[in-house]
């Protein structure tokens, strides 16, 4: 696409909802209720403040969770023509800093709730911000205390002019840049363009034939790409997004009964866990609509289970790494067929949506047959073409297959097998990576900073305890040095890596064995804690 | 029912996630009655149904969640109500 075309921004389906739906709720979080109308008005707001800040490069931070201010910040960066990069309160302010670093970001929003995060990530950075605090009165101690940056408060904002929003913008512009897990021990910026998502979004849309009078659940981090289907599916059909406070996202079940929700989007981890607190009950989610999972495998077992509960609703396991712009296949669960196409349990990951293509190949790049397995390839409208000022792990991951031409393919690392209907079944995966709760975790990205933090080579981390292709968190072995203090490395790892990925628990042993080939023996790591 | 009080259960529950809480080995965390467990970051999804399983071994009886209200049962003290409420065994 050239520099000089244009395409519809990612926004433009907010707007036309508020056009259309005005007084219809489109978010509700905290107790309170928004009106299309409403939400409007505060994005109109943020966004006169970001145009009003002139700051020229394209992407804005934004540091808000769960509150109105996170929802509006989003779509007033959006509005103001920019692309949102996302950070995550509840990350080390070190992973905070050198998310905001890597992305180049001069501005960032921030939502109140935030505050006290903002405070320790300012003194870490070298380059000075805009930092816009939408619902902040006056803060003379920050102001003050870090006169480097510049802050733009409520009051400011009220009085910023009005603004019409961007809804046409250049063909290349980012919607939003989100920050996944690298093996080289620093996260990795995954660039997604409005044209993806208003790829992904069109098509999905029609395919669950989204209404006004849906209620979409809003469970995921704004750091995890699969709120932006949330987000973006909801506002596009003039529908009410419910934010799933922090307490009920732990146990959702009376959220989803309370607000009558019809589309539900998360991580299969729930439906464990909802099991063993027995909150499965036959019918206990009557108005549900579609019960949606993606994120990591999920297994048949909890989609008989969640159906029980959600006996109206069709259910679909999604499947798509963030370079693909949050889902790119789907399989709907068939009660009769379903059973007999799951592959070691796991429900198959299914088609790709229309206008996206997938390639099985071998070892030497070749496409393979239906029946074999090989490394899944993917391409099409809704493929990223690159990382974030990576060149060389581009060139890694976004490859030309033979005899498939120009066109550029997202090498995903999963090892898939179709049959001959094309139906698609996740297998495992090529390296390393592995997902925790649904978070995607390089593994070799822990172990770079065990190794930093003990100063050894020999540093592994193995998923603990692992279940039926994903796991609840991870553990770390460490060789030739017992008498480092647990507490030390873990305390370490707490200040550069997300929760998610801190090991629970560190084991010391002399040598980390190793199989026939030499290599290391994971199976046999996994005997010695116990596994 | 094995007849806990309510105080005493919420001595165990405190003494069980400060042993098994994920930030125990790097933070002394102060816990009581008035602790919120999620906000405070002392457990998360996958230590609730532990401590739940924890519970329903103490007191003898199953704890009904189904329709209580996150915001009670995420602090240590409701917790313990909601989990006698439901022990009906006495």
Redo the contacts between chains.
Sequence with gaps: MSEKSVTRSIFCGFADSVARFGEHPALAVNGERLSYRQLSHKVVALASVIDSVEDSYPLVGLLAHRSVNAYAGVLGILGAGKGYVPLNP?FPPERTRSMLLLSGCRTLVVGSECVSQLVKLLPRLEQSLTVILPDVSDLASISSEFSNHRFVFAGDISQAPPHSFRTDIEGDAIAYLMFTSGSTGVPKGVPIYHRNVRSYVQYVCDHYQVTERDRFSQEFDLTFDLSVHDMFVCWERGACLFCV???????P???IRDHEITMWFSVP??IG?LS????L?PK?FPSLRYSLFCGEPLPAASAERWLQAASNSLLENLYGPTETTIAISHYRWDEKRSPEECVNGIVPIGWPFEGQIACIVGENGVELPPGRTGELCLHGSQVTTGYWNDGDKTREQFIHLIEKGEALWYRTGDLVRKDESGCICYLGRTDHQCKI?GYRVELQEIEAVLRKVCNTDQAISIPWPAREGSA??TVAIIAGKQTLD??II??FC?ELLP?YM?P?EIYFVEHLPLNANGKIDRPGLLKLIGG | MNGLSESHLIKLVIEWVKENN?KR??EAIEINQNT?L??S?VI???G??DL?VYIESEIGC?V????????E??VVRGLCRIALKGDHSG
């Design positions: 509840k406070p922090e307490q009920s996202a732990m146990a079940a009376k959220f981890s729930v866990l063993r607190l027995r909150l009950a206990s709760r609840d968190g647990e507490k873990l305390s707490s929760p801190v629970s | 994920p080995r790097t919120d999620f906000k970051g998360d999804s996958f609730l149904v739940i199953v009904e969640l189904a329709d209580t209200d996150p915001e049962f995420s």
